[in-house]
């Protein structure tokens, strides 16, 4: 299961569970489309994966099985990929 991060860890940008800005690699690292667009070039900096959009998880099911409420920040900010 997704643990659905608040929040961009690029920017902080608050991204809820409905949000259909959120990405994330295939290690849950969450960034806002913003950063993951213009900032990553759809890359993940940290595990160099492919970032994609999160899924949305239906209100009803979030009842049962709640957002992480857990913030995850890069305080240096993020630096894109660079393929050599
Ligand atoms: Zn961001
Ligand atoms: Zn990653």
Redesign the pocket.
């Known amino acids: 299961m997704l643990e659905l991060r608040p929040n ?1 860890e ?2 902080d ?1 608050d991204l809820p569970p409905e949000s259909l800005e959120a990405v994330i690699c295939t290690f849950e690292c969450t ?2 489309s ?2 993951a667009t213009n900032t990553l070039a759809g890359i993940c900096p940290n595990c160099s994966g492919e970032l994609v959009r999160r899924p949305v998880r239906p209100v009803a099911k979030l009842l049962r099985n709640p957002a992480s409420t857990k913030r995850v920040l890069k305080a240096e900010g993020c630096t894109p990929v660079t393929v050599a």
């Open positions: 961009c690029c920017c940008k960034y806002c913003d950063c």
